[in-house]
C-alpha cells in the first residue's frame, strides 16, 4: 500500500474527480445561484478541470510537484467562468506549497489545502460564504484536524476529505 501522494497519485486523484464532476455536473449546475443562477458551474469546472487532466497525461508527472505544477498552469490556461478562476486560484496555491516536493503525506496535503485556500482568498475582492471558497476552507480545516489521525493512509484520508466537504456543503447557504 502507497503510504503518500506521488505524481502519479496526484494526476489519478484528479482524474477521478473529473469523472465523478462530470457525472454530475447537472447537479452542481442546479445547486448554482451565485454570483447568478446561471446553472452553468457544473459545466465550467468540469471543462477547466478537463483541462488539467489532459496536461497530466502528456508526459505523466513523477513528482507532487511537478503534478501540482502542470495542474495549476493547465487551470489558468483552462479556466472556464468563475468557478474555473476559484479552481485555478485554489491550484495555484496548492502548487506554491508543493513545490520542490517529490510525494506529500496527509500533513504536508492539509498544508497545501490551506495554502490554496488563502491564495483563492487573497485574489476574491469580495469572497462570498456558501460558495467553493467557503467548502475548500472547510475541508482544509479538516485536513489539518485529521491528518494525523490518517497518517500512511491517503486513500482513507482524501475518502476523510470528500465526507468533510459534503459536510461542509450542507452547512452552506
Do not use: C
Not at 477521478?16 to 446561471?38: A, E, H, S
Not at 478562476?85 to 506549497?97: A, D, E, F, K, Y
Not at 513545490?99 to 495554502?115: H, S
Request: charge should be negative.
Amino acid at each position: 500500500m502507497q503510504t503518500t501522494l506521488d505524481g502519479i497519485g496526484l494526476h489519478k486523484l484528479f482524474t477521478y474527480g473529473y469523472l465523478n464532476l462530470k457525472k454530475n455536473m447537472q447537479v452542481i449546475n442546479d445547486l448554482n445561484v451565485f454570483p447568478v443562477p446561471d446553472g452553468d458551474t457544473g459545466t465550467n469546472m468540469s471543462m477547466t478541470i478537463a483541462t488539467a487532466v489532459e496536461a497530466l497525461r502528456k508526459p505523466e508527472p513523477a513528482t507532487v510537484d511537478q503534478a501540482a505544477s502542470a495542474t495549476a498552469s493547465a487551470l489558468l490556461r483552462g479556466a472556464r467562468g468563475n468557478s474555473g478562476v476559484i479552481l485555478s486560484l485554489l491550484m495555484r496555491g496548492i502548487s506554491n506549497t508543493l513545490k520542490g516536493k517529490t510525494e506529500a503525506d496527509g500533513v504536508l496535503w492539509a498544508q497545501a489545502l490551506q495554502g490554496g485556500v488563502d491564495a483563492a482568498y487573497k485574489a476574491v475582492m469580495k469572497p462570498a460564504e456558501g460558495t467553493i471558497l467557503t467548502v475548500m476552507r472547510g475541508t482544509a480545516e479538516i485536513a489539518e484536524a485529521e491528518s494525523e489521525k490518517y497518517k500512511g493512509d491517503p486513500e482513507a484520508f482524501f475518502e476523510r476529505l470528500l465526507e468533510g466537504a459534503e459536510e461542509v456543503l450542507e452547512q452552506t447557504p
